[in-house]
């Protein structure tokens, strides 16, 4: 399993963006990745993904606003947040998956997510 360490949440306005990143202990670079969140009372759902090809999707309520990148030389993904919304207020975590990344169970290996509150 790969180790993970979220950064970069913290407490912003409406409209304004935030960073995250996450770390892993050993290469990005063979495997996917994913940024999920989860707000209180609801389940944890995907946010973006980037597969171990470049191949990249995102949610229907990020897409436009949320840019998930890969820096493989430091064993790091992104996921900058523009135009934030307080509908975005959750923990996010990132996760990766060595294999299938269809689904949420596919991703084995998990931080200890970072909180994003989005509020004036």
């Known amino acids: 399993q790969v180790h993970l360490v979220e950064s970069g949440g913290g407490l912003v306005q409406p409209g304004g963006s935030l960073r995250l990143a996450c770390t892993a202990s050993g290469s990005i670079f063979s495997i996917n990745t994913g940024w999920y969140r989860q707000a209180p009372g609801k389940q944890r759902e995907l946010v973006a993904r980037?597969?171990?090809?470049?191949?990249?999707d995102y949610a229907d309520s990020v897409k436009g606003r949320f840019t998930i990148s890969r820096d493989n030389a430091k064993n790091t993904a992104y996921l900058q947040m523009n135009s934030l919304k307080p509908e975005d207020t959750a923990v996010y975590y990132c996760?990766?998956?060595?294999?299938?990344?269809?689904?949420?169970?596919?991703?084995?290996?998990w931080g200890q997510g970072t909180q994003v509150t989005v509020s004036s």
């Open positions: 980037i597969t171990t090809y470049g191949f990249i």
């Open positions: 996760a990766t998956a060595s294999g299938s990344y269809s689904d949420i169970a596919d991703f084995g290996s």
